[in-house]
């Protein structure tokens, strides 16, 4: 299972990024994707997730600036970030997840560096 970030980089303020995700290795449609991001020192955070059916969640601090997407037969999913402010660089993580009826079954990704400097 392969899950590979991409997009990350070095914005202004004010500008905007687009992450991608593309996984290989499961059945990408069966599975609830999301974008968790970290910086040093503080614990891995819940930024956006969709499930199967496209119902996208937000995490307060990014309501009506982030948005996630899915293409099920691109097998991505996909994080379009505007407004960015200097408080979102992080490492951004890709995050599948199936769901079974006892368990559950998780996979990350290697994480792309987005960095919000003037």
């Known amino acids: 299972v392969q899950l590979q970030a991409s997009g990350g980089g070095l914005v202004q303020p004010g500008g905007s990024l687009r992450l991608s995700c593309t996984a290989s290795?499961?059945?990408?449609?069966?599975?609830?994707m999301a974008w968790h991001r970290q910086v040093p020192g503080k614990q891995r955070e819940l930024v956006a997730s969709i499930t199967v059916g496209g119902s996208a969640n937000y995490a307060d601090f990014v309501k009506g600036r982030f948005t996630i997407s899915r293409d099920n037969a691109k097998n991505t999913v996909y994080l379009q970030m505007n407004s960015l402010e200097p408080e979102d660089t992080a490492v951004y993580y890709c995050?599948?997840?199936?769901?079974?009826?006892?368990?559950?079954?998780?996979?990350w990704g290697q994480g792309t560096l987005v960095t919000v400097s003037s």
């Open positions: 995050y599948a997840q199936k769901n079974y009826l006892r368990s559950t079954r998780d996979y």
């Open positions: 290795g499961i059945i990408f449609g069966f599975h609830v």
